[in-house]
């Protein structure tokens, strides 16, 4: 068995003000061919999974370009494009092979590309023909099209929200692929389309019981795969939207019909697949009157892993003019206060501008004296057990506020964000996370109340007040019954 293996992804905002560049890609996950370390990636767990597996079985794995993108706004044609190019040249020169395993998001868009991935899904299908095994793992906030459906044999997305399931599920990616290639099993994929977006948070009821079903399906009666394509609100394409891959072992009428049972339990439960966020002065209402401390506030409106700069500066104004202390906040993306408090060292008492630089959806910056805390070189922090880069870190302390500022635009993963620079989330009243719900695994446990903030940011929760130019209608909650009938 010859596997070859690569990855390209990106999360993008139509409506973010900054496009994705080459240096979005260099600066995220970007792992030439050879250079995937032996820790999982999101772009390159297909290729983790295939070189674990490859020792056990004796099988080649051909390593291709991983490479995936912190979300922003449309990619640059030529950065697509430059990077498309070479993994299809890589898979040229690693011809013949059995399957082909991709690593790729689901909800990419270029200048010129409305769906990134089913382009570079049908170019693959060009250079293998139609015998290869082909298939790709994507993250379950994609437009799953017609088009990747019409080039792959299998589309496997994660099932978990926060999404600490792209290990396992590069794993069954894998393993479906290579029985496809020995053809033991003949896969059919049928899509359903449910007619409406939204928010989903999987650790929480209905959509935890909703999750556990769907994969209690997978492995019996002809059912190979089972996948919750949440969709992602922010990005104006035809085909965003919820839908619901269901993969049989060439049985499409049944997997047609099982599509569109769970496509229909999903649209019956619309209106509960999230808690509601609260406006910034009600959710700090809610934390201090919290008996149980600490009260976790996410600023999901501020999250860079939606395509949000990460500088916005509303919870901290509210903060000081409120005059809330024992509190933290991180992280947020300010390159140039993070080399200033470098210079400026440990222990160093300074007049400090930060955030608030990228939009008008970032506020105004924060002008302080601060005093500078902790300070940490190329930081690191985890989604499950896929690491991510912080940059260079560096804790400020203001009015009782503490400040991580990092030099890597990303999201609030996990506690050791705030530990690594000194800062104990425990012990805080309030700690307030930039992310819309990856913080929430590794969060919760010590969290004594988790609220949603809808603060003013490039994703914040009132999609429905954007303008749309491009997505199919009609389509819930934008008009009344989605595609269904009600
Ligand atoms: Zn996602």
Redesign the pocket.
Known sequence: MRIFAAGLGT?TNTFAPFPTSLSGFETGEYFPPGSHPDEPSFSGAPLWAARRRARENNWIVVEGLCTMAEPAGITVRSAYETLRDQILDQLKAALPVDVVALGM?G?MVAEGYDDCEGDLLSRVREVVGPDVAVGAEL????HITDQMIAAADVLVT?KE?P?TDSTARAEELIALLVRTANGDVHPKMSLHDCGMIGMMHTPREPMRSYVDRAAALEGKDGVLSVSIG?G?PWGDVADMGSRVLVITDDAPEKGDSLARTLGDELFAMRDNTAPQPLAIDDALDTALASAAKPVVLADVSDNA??GAPGDSTFLIDALRKRKIGNAAVGPLWDPIAVATCFDAGEGASLPLRFGGKMCPLSGQPVDADVTVGALARQAVQHLGDTPSPLGDCAAIHLDGIAVVLTSVRTQAYSPDLFTQVGIDPAAMDIVIVKSTQ?FYTAFAPLAADVIYVAAPGVVAPEFTALTYRNIARPKWPFDKGGTQED
């Open positions: 999360e998001h909800a993250d379950l906030h994609c994660y929200y999404h949440h992602f892993g939606g990856h």
